[in-house]
């Protein structure tokens, strides 16, 4: 994957880190000056004294590709690199998932750079981590962050084959350092693991022997967040964190982390509220006016749903809740989940992407006018539906054609025969790495139907490249689907001479996300720019690939087109703007026309935006 530096540079989402790489452990080789790096996507790398592009070392071990490359330390005689994996199921973007799941996949390798081959030391780790050689060089120590404790694995000697335990922690380790007298700093990183709460606040980091016995306690003045490594040098502690945008330099006769210097003039603050609360504000955009209702604890409204009475709008929220807007009064309160087995104290109030696939992530919505059921499309479990009082939803499908579904998006219904029509984006990626879709040109998404009376899917389209919105016409004649990548929608037909055939019904300036038809038969499109930086960056990488030229496509800015209404023959009748200084309407998801209002959705605002017409 070739890094695009205007998709990348300035990224803090972990959406883009297999695509921009993120290198976590560092160490230099003092004989020859290169740079060893423990890439968490990429896998062991190294860089030579003048930087550039670094070079793969190695992805595998033991035909075992690594997940989670994760620390390294190198023998500075010999050269070797020792290294660990976190875990062989789960990436960085899901360790979470990876803690909570009690995974014990983890590995300790190490790297013989004379004979380029990797050899696993040790497996069955928990969470394996930080890691470093002793100063003799008999031993190396590894971190197990999921069992709080330290192991110590002997290199020479007559020594058990097995680990031993160096030291039992007050918290979760991380990355660990020697220093020069032959000490280790060991990390204590208590805010990557939520169910765990002791010590978050107070000591984040401990000095050890050489026995594992602690020396010193280092305490958090309330600065310090997501700790993830204390370095010793020349007297001057460096420490490190996963979470800020700033490191902190220490001196050493200090006995808590209250002296810094800040390296960026930005804090990033990660604040969980899990109590959901209502505010409308007005906004005074002269482009578009309307108003917001937040979603203080969650976020990513994408789709609208209304019920046989008109009561609404339901929205599929980050946590894998759905739920209903019941007036300025009473809010929105939680109306049904996807997950089967959702558990409340990991996922209610939860916008970490990498709990989606347990907690679920409701996409598509719409209900049947016949029946009142809601149906479902969730991102990671395929079409659902739960009934009129809500509840847990019922899986319906998740494979066509014997193809599960990675990616299913969106949903719209016939609301004469009950069928359902829907998207699966992608046959490869799933929505985590729907930029990676987006950019490999991927082409496997699909148009399908279900059929609720035989419970089998058809699936009418395939080669779709990012499958996205569906549509059907007021006359139920064809569906419309929308191709993200290709900035178009295509018609499909049902019925009459063309049935079972497709056409180009309107290609667009910008990328489709969901479609809405309203009660005219005209449809709201959204344009999902993705806040700027995506739209620039699909553009510019696509057009590089088919011209070497970037002259001829256009690309937006926060100011750009965010939705756009077109009539039954795919002309445009009206264009939806954002405003110029580019905090109206962000990420636009869906525009949905109800009784004179349009309720516009985000995926990944904390609020839905409603406009009266």
Known sequence: ????????????????????????????????????????????????????????????????????TNALDIDQETGIVYFTDSSTRFQRRQHLLLVASGDHTGRLMKYDPVSRRVTVLHKELSFANGVALSKDRDYILVAETSKRQILKYWL??????????????????DNIKRNARGQFWVALNNGQTPPSRSFSGEIIAILLDGQGRILERRQNNGFMQSTSEVNENKGTLFVGSVALNIAMMVVKKQTDFSSRRQ???????????????????????????????????????????????????????????????QGSQHGWTEFAVTSQHRRRDLCDGS??????????????????KKTCDLYIADAYFGLLKVGPKGGVATLLASSAEGVPFRFTNAVDINHQSGDVYFTDSSNWFQRWAYLMLILSGDNTGRLMKYNPQTKKVTVLLRGLQMA??????????????????????????????????????????????????????????????????????????????????????????????????????????????????????????????????????????????????
């Open 1 to 68: 994957m070739i890094r695009i530096r205007g998709l990348c540079d300035g990224a803090t989402s972990t959406y883009l880190e297999p695509i921009c790489g993120r290198p976590l452990g560092l160490q230099f080789n003092n004989k020859t000056c290169e740079l060893y790096i423990a890439d968490a996507y990429f896998g062991l790398m190294k860089v030579g004294r003048n930087g550039g592009v670094a070079t793969q070392l190695a992805s595998t071990a033991e035909g075992t590709p690594f997940r989670f």
């Open 263 to 325: 390296l960026s003039l930005l804090f990033i603050i990660f604040c969980t509220c899990f109590t959901l609360s209502i505010q409308i504000e007005e906004n005074d955009n002269k482009v578009v006016s309307f108003q917001r209702l937040q979603l203080r604890s969650v976020v990513g409204p994408e789709s609208f749903g209304f019920d046989c009475n008109g009561e609404g709008p339901y929205t599929g929220v980050s946590d894998g809740r759905i739920l209903k807007w």
């Open 468 to 613: 996205n919105g569906v549509a059907l016409s007021k006359d139920n004649t064809y569906v419309l689907v929308a191709e993200t990548t290709r900035s178009r929608i295509l018609r499909y037909w049902l019925t009459g001479p063309k049935a079972r055939t497709s056409e180009v019904f309107a290609q667009l300036s910008a990328h489709p996300d969901n479609i809405k038809r309203n009660a005219k038969g005209e449809f709201w499109v959204a344009l999902n720019n993705g806040g700027g930086r995506l739209g620039k960056s699909i553009n510019s990488n696509l057009q590089e690939n088919k011209k070497g030229s970037m002259d001829s496509m256009k690309t937006f800015s926060m100011d750009d087109a965010v939705a756009t209404r077109l009539d039954k023959d795919g002309k445009v009748l009206e264009t939806m703007r954002s405003s110029s200084n580019g905090r109206n309407l962000e990420s636009v998801s869906e525009v949905e026309e109800n009784n004179g209002t349009l309720w516009i959705g985000s995926v990944v605002m904390p609020y839905v935006s409603l406009s009266k017409m």
């Open 156 to 173: 020479h000697g007559l020594r058990p084959t097995n680990p031993e335990v160096f030291a039992q922690l007050p918290g979760s380790p």
């Open 351 to 368: 916008n970490n992407p990498t709990m989606e696939n347990v907690c679920g992530r409701p996409l598509g919505l719409q209900f049947n």
